[in-house]
Nanobody, 122 residues
Framework: VQLQASGGGLVQAGGSLRLSCAAS????????MGWFRQAPGKEREFVAA????????WYADSVKGRFTISRDNGKNIVYLQMNSLKPEDTAVYLC????????????????WGQGTLVTISS
């Protein structure tokens, strides 16, 4: 499985960005997809996930109500719409997926993309 994240950039606080993650493979529609982020000097943290049918989503408390995860199974792409961005959202954002099908959004992630940098200026 290969994952390619894109869409990062420099945005002012209060602005929006949409990240995309394109996935290879034929099993995308059975995979739970997640977004994580890692800020400089900090550990990687969970941001959001959705299951294979997008019927279930998970969000970190810090992004609830501001970020929305969605997917297009026909295109093998998962999105992260980020609104009302804050300087503390600055990080490298990575997408990930699991080796198992139909997993929980809070489960173990086995495949990782290279990340896209999001910088929020105050």
């Amino acid at each position: 499985v290969q994952l390619q994240a894109s869409g990062g950039g420099l945005v002012q606080a209060g602005g929006s960005l949409r990240l995309s993650c394109a996935a290879s493979g034929r099993t995308f529609s059975r995979k739970t997809m997640g977004w994580f982020r890692q800020a400089p000097g900090k550990e990687r943290e969970f941001v959001a996930a959705d299951n294979w049918s997008a019927s279930s989503t998970w969000y970190a408390d810090s992004v609830k109500g501001r970020f929305t995860i969605s997917r297009d199974n026909g295109k093998n792409i998962v999105y992260l719409q980020m609104n009302s961005l804050k300087p503390e959202d600055t990080a490298v954002y990575l997408c990930a997926t699991q080796s198992n099908d139909y997993g929980s959004g809070r489960g173990k992630y086995d495949y990782w993309g290279q990340g896209t940098l999001v910088t929020i200026s105050s």
